[in-house]
């Protein structure tokens, strides 16, 4: 296995047609083993005769990478990311990426299109749109700084947050983080040909339904934004089967219009 990939869930030895492998990309401070509750969900969705493989990224300078130098550039994570993932273009590839990882995510799609081996799908949860991405300057906070604005996120048990050893470890690889995603700018190119499926919580305090619909400009097949009611920046850690459900069915295709799956149920906007 590739240093910057592991495998939450094996695939079958011998896949039937049209069995996917899911590759999901962390959150800032995030590592692979984030994704294991999604892997099990996406188990219990795919049984039969096409099982989705699960595997997730593994950034370096976390986790069992941690004797290796962090990467501050977006693109650069997403370069040598692609060069792991490419790998695995010999069957369907559905690409999941949450608040920092839907932006590398969607850089890695950018590369495997270009490659010629784009993905089936992109699904792309609690993040700005690239062309959305507003810069900040988080990462030059002093650690009660970086600690207040991880607070907010919600996405931390209290407890680690007071754990001076933990805080140790953790707050270098945030920082980095945050480095990368404020540094990133959008390089304008050809819209995506890949279906895209933005996932977003309503009280998420990062990023707005407005700025979650806005990745609909950023793909020239099927889009698909679905708000999942009284939900913050992590969202999705209560809604695996949900995040699941998006990533065994079938994207959406082109037709022209933004469909919007909203807390109350189902409509299309222009």
Known sequence: MDPW??????????????????VCFPHAGGGAGTY???????????????????LAVQYPGRNDRIREARVEDLRALAAGAHRAVAALA???????????????????ARLLERDGTGPAHLVVSGAWAPSRVRGGTVHLRDDDGLID?????RGTDPRLLDN????????????????????????PGPALATPVTAL???????VTVEEAAAWA??????????????????????????VADHLVTAPPRP????EVLWPAGAGLLA
Request: hydrophobic fraction near 40%; charged fraction near 25%.
């Open 5 to 22: 990939l592991r495998r939450l869930r094996p695939g079958p030895a011998h896949p039937a047609a049209g069995a996917a492998r899911v």
């Open 36 to 54: 294991r509750p999604l892997a099990t969900a996406v188990a219990a969705r795919t049984v039969g005769d096409r099982p989705h493989e699960v």
């Open 90 to 108: 010999d069957r369907p590839l559905v690409l999941l990426g949450h608040s920092m990882g839907a932006l590398v995510a969607y850089e890695v």
């Open 149 to 153: 604005e991880i607070r907010r996120t």
């Open 164 to 187: 001076r050893d933990v805080l140790a470890m953790a707050l270098p690889v945030v920082r980095s983080d945050y480095k990368a995603v404020e540094t990133y700018r959008h390089r």
């Open 200 to 206: 977003t919580g309503d009280r998420d305090p990062l």
């Open 217 to 242: 400009e950023h793909t020239a097949g099927g889009f698909r934004l679905r708000v999942f009611p009284g939900g913050d920046h992590f969202y999705l850690t209560g809604h695996w089967p949900e």
């Open 255 to 258: 037709s022209g219009r933004c």
